[in-house]
């Protein structure tokens, strides 16, 4: 057992030592379960195995101990040597494998449970959802909201709440859904989307907004046109970039490609049943449903609306809309 825990543990950096060079994607959801597996089987062993079998040794230790004294006792020998509890302490003892194993499994049982069916957290990883969101932001995303879904198969197997325009939501990025993605929603199964000439239309009404003058984006140094902006029973700040006033175009074919048509204006979208389209509050400055397409229900990992620490800006702290 010692060579097949220390061969694990040598897969284990290695994998993890390759994700963090950037040689391949890691599956965090699938490794944390196969931990919660490998680790929950070591604490069975150790409950059911090999725990009962040091306690037996050590009671035969005593056992032995006790007869050896009987019996030299009988002989008239009443001081005897040997530090037998010591040696029982040893019995005992967990072995380095076992604790590293068995010992670890209620803390990652307890992180994969939370992970799973409660909050995961998630780090903002570029600039597409400032003004809400900053590059830096550590979020909690909200897995059960929109309802309980099966680890690592994602599958949906009780429903909460209904997808609303204006949520912000974590999901796996259709095109590499090893990759998560988060942005807003603005169309649910049934809209019809446009964002032509950098202005949203909703089933062919106008997104409400109201400008707030301009705001300096750190992140590309220079002030944009601001505006706050209702979807839904949500309100929300967007920013627009005139100078990007570029038409988006498909990058590669995708699920309903037909649903959608392209102009110098921008893009009109048709959302299909079960499926979502996602857009950055950094309306010209993020890759999303205008140029990948659409996201199907199974790739929602939940509800974003917390961050709850930003190492270089504190004040970042807090609920978020």
Not at 5 to 28: E, H, K, P
Not at 180 to 204: C, F, H, S, T
Not at 264 to 269: I, L, N, P, S, Y
Not at 274 to 282: E, I, L, S, T
Request: charged residues 20%.
């Amino acid at each position: 057992m010692t060579a097949l825990t220390g061969l694990l543990y040598a897969v284990l950096i290695a994998y993890v030592g390759g994700w963090l060079a950037g040689q391949w994607t890691a599956n965090f959801a699938l490794l944390l379960f196969l931990l919660t597996s490998v680790t929950g089987l070591y604490w069975l062993a150790e409950r059911f195995y090999f725990k009962p079998s040091r306690e037996r040794a050590a009671q035969q230790l005593l056992a032995s101990d006790a007869q050896r004294r009987e019996a030299l006792a009988a002989q008239g020998i009443k001081r005897v040597d040997g530090d037998v509890e010591s040696a029982r302490q040893e019995i005992l003892r967990q072995p380095w494998w076992l604790d590293w194993t068995a010992g670890l499994f209620p803390v990652i049982l307890v992180v994969f449970l939370l992970r799973s069916f409660l909050v995961e957290p998630f780090k903002i990883p570029s600039g597409s959802m400032v003004p809400t969101l900053r590059v830096g932001d550590l979020i909690l995303v909200n897995k059960f909201h929109y309802g309980i879904r099966l680890p690592v198969l994602n599958k949906k197997v009780i429903s909460n709440h209904e997808v609303q325009r204006g949520d912000v939501m974590v999901f796996r990025y259709p095109p590499n859904p090893s990759v998560d993605y988060i942005k807003r929603v603005v169309g649910v199964p049934g809209d019809e989307v446009a964002y032509l000439n950098q202005k949203l239309y909703i089933n062919g009404k106008p997104a409400e907004v109201q400008p707030k003058g301009d705001f300096y984006d750190d992140d590309a140094m220079q002030y944009r046109p601001h505006f706050a902006e209702k979807l839904g029973a949500v309100d929300h700040e967007i920013l627009v970039d005139p100078t990007r006033m570029l038409p988006p175009s498909a990058r590669s074919a995708y699920a309903f490609r037909e649903n959608c048509s392209y102009s110098m204006q921008g893009v009109t979208c048709k959302v299909p049943a079960g499926h979502y389209f996602m857009m950055g509050d950094n309306r010209d400055n993020s890759e999303d449903s205008r140029f990948w397409g659409f996201v199907p229900d199974e790739n929602i990992v939940g509800k974003a609306f917390f961050v709850w620490m930003n190492f270089g800006n504190l004040k970042r702290i807090g609920a978020f809309h």
